[in-house]
């Protein structure tokens, strides 16, 4: 079982010069970002920009297509590495519903 810790980057007071801090301390780590959706994107954190995130060596998973659901294929990339399917990718900030290290996934 797989639960990824909630910390000051998965959420924001609302001020958005807060969270754009607790985004760019992420920069250059491996981050998880969740959709609303089936889409979850992991990769590695190249630059925070008003309008959204660029992210290298990245995995764009579908989860709506494959045998795992959002928090099993997160703990599997924590296991055994990212599998990158884009060297970069803008995902859209209002795309966004949360986002973590990688490495705070939790694997039991």
Not at 73 to 88: I, K, L, M
Request: charged share 25%; glycine share 6%.
């Amino acid at each position: 079982m797989c639960a990824e810790q909630q910390d000051e980057h998965t959420s924001s007071s609302g001020d958005p010069d807060r969270a754009d801090d607790s985004f760019l301390a992420l920069t250059g780590e491996t981050i998880v970002l969740d959709t609303a959706g089936p889409i979850l994107f992991i990769g590695t954190l190249r630059e925070v920009r008003p309008d959204g995130f660029w992210l290298d060596n990245a995995d764009v998973h579908d989860c709506s297509e494959g045998h795992a659901n959002k928090e099993l294929y997160v703990c599997e990339a924590r296991q055994t590495g990212v599998r990158p399917n884009r060297r970069s990718v803008f995902v859209v900030r209002q795309a966004v519903i949360s986002a973590s290290r990688l490495s705070d996934a939790i694997v039991d």
